[in-house]
């Protein structure tokens, strides 16, 4: 009997595998998009996401919103659930187990670790366990739930970026920097946006900060607690807003394996044959002139008009 031919989707995901072990392809390099390998190696979409979901599998890649498909780093592969007694490598042989070293500054960064590598949706206390390396069990003595850690989680981030000791005199300034921090931030941890809740705000000290700089600024020049705490409240939720897309981006290419340009690339014919009937004039010339879409420009112009938007009611407030 002949040998059996190696599925086309395996030899590819081999080349690229030789590439990321030789170092043709660097952590962080974006790796070819679905849409590419379909071009260069003359296979089919179905083929090609079957490529991608595989590399992802192996913890080879991961995707990064706004970016695509990168390659990931070796220190954040996929690992299988070590036993609970087992030795991290590294470690003296008279070191304490696991579980007996177990800290709670260790379970949350290493929940964080998992995540800002997949998601929110992957972090449970048996995957942050299995991190560590003990018993899921061995977890609760040291938070409550999950929700508890959830909360912890983002406490520790949120803490990572403080304010300022000085803020900046104008109020422009002050608002613009806060909302500037919040929003990288949200970038840099994707999960954070969707996990913070503005109708159940959940009792995160490192947030406060940023509430009492900004009800401090606006009530300094001239708003009342009320409408400066309401004012608060909208520029974070607007910068939360922008930032649940990282998330749900990076949710939706892992389940598709198409980046959002490759998957607005399956929608422009049934677009373009809704426009073809001429009912939309704006949107025909808007589709032919092209439209990029970039969450940071986005972010930015909004914030601006919010700031114009501030300013008259701080104008009104000192008229009144």
């Known amino acids: 009997m002949g040998e059996q031919a190696v599925p086309r989707y395996s030899q590819i995901v081999a080349e690229l595998r030789r590439r990321i072990e030789t170092g043709e392809l660097t952590p962080g390099d974006r790796v070819p998009s679905t849409r590419e390998i379909m071009k260069q190696w003359g296979v089919a979409m179905a083929t090609a996401t079957k490529v ?3 590399l992802r599998r ?3 890649v991961r995707a990064v919103p706004g970016v695509g498909t990168v390659v990931a780093s070796p220190s954040r592969p996929v690992r299988a659930p070590r036993p609970a007694a087992a030795a991290r490598p590294g470690t003296p042989p008279d070191a304490p187990s696991g579980q007996m070293s177990l800290t709670l500054g260790r379970i949350i960064v290493a929940a964080v670790t998992v995540a800002d ?4 949706a992957a972090v449970s206390m048996r995957r942050v366990a299995a991190e560590l390396g003990v018993a899921t069990m061995s977890l609760y003595r040291h938070v409550a739930d999950k929700e508890d850690l959830l909360t912890r989680m983002m406490d520790t981030v949120i803490a990572e970026s403080p304010l300022p000791t000085d803020p900046p005199e104008g109020w422009h300034e002050a608002i613009e920097l806060a909302a500037r921090q919040l929003w990288d931030l949200f970038r840099r941890h994707p999960w954070l946006a969707p996990a913070l809740s503005v109708t159940r705000p959940q009792m995160v000290t490192s947030a406060l900060p940023y509430s009492e700089w900004m009800l401090a600024t606006l009530h300094a020049h001239g708003l009342d607690l009320q ?9 974070l939720n607007y910068a939360r807003g922008i930032a649940v897309n990282l998330e749900s981006e990076r949710e939706a290419e892992a389940h598709s394996g198409l980046d959002s340009e490759e998957w607005m690339d399956t ?4 677009l373009l044959a809704i426009l073809a009937s001429g009912r ?9 002139a092209g439209y990029d879409l970039d969450l940071d420009a986005l972010f930015e112009f909004g914030l601006q008009r919010l700031l114009d938007g501030l300013a008259s ?4 407030s000192s008229a009144g």
């Open 117 to 120: 590598t997949e998601g929110l």
């Open 280 to 288: 939309f004039p704006a949107l025909s010339r808007l589709a032919r």
């Open 52 to 54: 991608i979901t595989e």
């Open 227 to 235: 409408s400066a705490f309401t004012a608060h409240l909208m520029v």
């Open 58 to 60: 192996e913890g080879m």
């Open 313 to 316: 009611l701080l104008e009104e």
């Open 267 to 270: 929608q422009e014919p049934a």
